[in-house]
């Protein structure tokens, strides 16, 4: 299998671009350690942010920790849930998540769900624990998009633009990925064939980086306790919209063509946007 990756028109090639490496004969697969090191920093993160804001960090760590499971889990479980046709024919495959499948989504909503029981439990305030908890989502969510290039998956459609990326056709994670236009506009590069698509992992990377760099300029100037959290589901939903509608990886409802996270993703703008405004208007100004 051939591991080059091309950017054609940034004229870009990586030559060797593994998906892993071995410890001995155990495999470790470089999504699981970018996954991880998101998680590490994000978890940083939010500590520092906890303890500017006037939170006990070592109460935050433990949320952190137990909403990290609860996430993974969810995130597992969202995915299972709308590709049942496959996991349905083979059960024991729903437990092997080295084989993928975590769907983003699926972590951020039990990772709310989650904190949200937490905060009651621990009598805090969920919106002021979000807008603290949030910023680690995003910092994992620009870490961890960078597993699905190393696996080849999660890309767009077909593109001859200026973000063009080509990778060999074999080494794709999914051929169920691949579209007719892909294979109709295939190049062939010294006698490998490439297909050419929406590199979509950089620009939800890139998308959450510029979200992150707008939070960390305005968050101490949030006009009441939720700003950070409503901005994510209005700003990254608006994003995940747009770029959810280049992939060809969609999971869809159930004997429909319906892309689930696509629906969501404006469903969530929709929901962001009323509680900004709900909150703006009667929350006074809030100072941290």
């Not at 949030?134 to 767009?156: H, K, L």
Request: hydrophobic share 50%; glycine share 10%.
């Amino acid at each position: 299998m051939n591991t080059s990756i091309i950017f054609p028109n940034l004229h870009i090639t990586l030559d060797h671009v593994e998906k892993g490496f071995y410890i001995g004969s155990f495999f470790i697969a470089f999504y699981g350690v970018i996954i991880a090191i998101g998680m590490l920093i994000g978890v940083s993160f939010i500590l520092k942010e906890a303890k500017r804001v006037g939170f006990n960090e070592d109460q935050f760590l433990d949320i952190c920790i137990i909403t990290i499971v609860v996430g993974v889990l969810g995130a597992r479980i969202y995915y299972v849930i709308f590709a049942w046709d496959y996991y349905k024919d083979n059960p024991l495959s729903v437990l092997n998540i080295r084989q993928g499948g975590l769907a983003i989504y699926g972590g951020v909503l039990f990772g709310i769900a989650c904190v949200y029981i937490i905060s009651k439990v621990k009598k805090l305030d969920f919106l002021k624990v979000m807008d603290v908890a949030m910023f680690g989502v995003i910092i994992g969510q620009i870490c961890g998009r960078w597993g699905n290039f190393f696996n080849r998956e999660a890309f767009g459609q077909y593109t001859d633009g200026p973000f063009a990326m080509l990778i060999p056709l074999d080494a794709v994670r999914s051929q169920s990925d691949v579209t007719t236009e892909m294979l109709t506009n295939m190049v062939n590069v010294d006698g490998i064939n490439y297909i050419s698509v929406h590199p979509t992992f950089l620009y939800e990377s890139l998308w959450n980086l510029g979200l992150l760099i707008f939070l960390i300029c305005t968050r101490k100037n949030k006009k009441f306790d939720g700003y950070v959290f409503f901005t994510y589901l209005i700003v990254y939903g608006a994003g995940r919209f747009w770029i959810e509608g280049l992939r060809t990886d969609q999971l869809k409802f159930w004997g429909t063509q319906l892309p689930v996270s696509q629906l969501l993703a404006a469903l969530l703008v929709v929901l962001g946007s009323g509680l900004f405004i709900y909150h703006l208007k009667r929350k006074p100004l809030v100072k941290s």
